[in-house]
């Protein structure tokens, strides 16, 4: 697999209007993007730190990935996330390796990116995302 750099770091909050001002006031970045994704029940906020990126997400349902996260563990990291190229060969190449897919296929996800996780009980309890950017 060859990975480019650490994409985005996901990290689950309760609430983004509670958590941004911490990032901002505190750490003295700046949010950039505000973001729904229906299809995965959640809403992101972004800030960058050099090249990667943290990733604020809040549930908006319950039964929806974030808020069944947010309900058993509570707030924290939620995954990482690796910039790679050609995903759908990464995708194949990790299923050869024994790696368990939660994503055969890529799907969209924040920012346009195309999105697949990795199960964390084949990646050491991470649970881990590959990004591609198709639109550069």
Do not use: W
């Not at 995903?87 to 368990?100: D, M, S």
Request: aromatic share 6%; hydrophobic share 35%.
């Amino acid at each position: 697999m060859k990975i480019s750099h650490i994409e985005h770091i996901g990290i689950a909050v309760k609430s983004l209007d509670e958590a941004i001002p911490f990032y901002e006031s505190l750490l003295g970045l700046k949010c950039y993007n505000i973001e729904e994704v229906k299809e995965q029940k959640v809403k992101t906020a972004f800030f960058k730190v050099g090249q990667t990126k943290i990733e604020l997400l809040e549930s908006t349902d319950a039964e929806g990935p974030i808020g069944k996260f947010l309900e058993k563990r509570g707030e924290g990291v939620h995954h990482i996330a690796y910039a790679v190229e050609n995903i759908e060969e990464q995708l194949k190449t990790a299923e050869e390796n024994g790696i368990r897919l939660i994503d055969k296929t890529p799907r969209k996800g924040a920012e346009g990116l195309d999105i697949a996780f990795l199960h964390p009980k084949s990646t050491f309890g991470v649970l881990t995302e590959l990004c591609e950017n198709k639109n550069k």
